[in-house]
């Protein structure tokens, strides 16, 4: 049991689009990412994802609408929701979501990653 | 599917140890407290619990140790392990663990919230 120190963490990484596993609890996971740039169209059939924003702007495009999040806000993406997130500079982002869920959905992309990695 | 300012949802409320629900994903909960002073010894049987530190320095004292967190820092208390959170001044704390966690585990103190509120 080691407390975790996020900004610490974030300087354990440099690459985008690719989360890391920072804890885990009941299932799920705490996972940091640094993104930039756009990401692909994708949903999660069955499970909820939840983006908190550590640092930057991130605009999660939906099916009807854009939602703008900012430093210290976030937003729960319901499971089945369509969504694509756009960062026009570097973002820190911390996702709470199962341990079992991909970040690119059932989508297969360039940028899906197979074993999420401990830091 | 609304976003979610954290600084905002604490200006809602300024009572103690008296968790409120701003979010649910995948049977979890995630959860904002205002806390001061010392909350009682307990553990929870089936459920980890993610401690993370908006503002203030939370100590949370453990059987063969202390743990101090600082903001931007967080604990993953796992299940069973007997704690008790201290906070010499106010502490804003996020929480994060399953919907049917009560805060005092089993132990009934009166501190114990029966349902907790949505802000």
Redesign the interface.
């Known amino acids: 049991?080691?407390?975790?120190?996020?900004?610490e963490k974030f300087g354990l990484f440099s690459d985008h689009w690719s989360p890391k596993i920072v804890?885990?609890?009941?299932g799920?996971a705490?996972k940091l990412a640094k993104v930039q740039g756009e990401f692909v169209w994708h949903n999660h059939e069955n499970?909820?994802?939840?983006f908190y924003i550590i640092r930057g702007t991130l605009k999660i495009e939906?099916e009807d609408k854009t939602?703008e999040?900012n430093e210290?806000?976030?937003?729960?993406?319901?499971k089945g929701?369509e969504h694509r997130p756009i960062a026009e500079e570097e973002v820190w982002l911390l996702l709470?979501?199962?341990m079992s869920t991909k970040h690119t959905g059932a989508v297969e992309s360039e940028l899906t990653v197979e074993n999420y990695e401990y830091i």
Request: proline residues 6%.
């Open positions: 049991m080691n407390k975790i120190n996020i900004k804890g885990e609890l009941n799920q705490v499970e909820d994802e939840l939906f939602i999040l210290g806000e976030m937003l729960i993406v319901p929701v709470f979501e199962p």
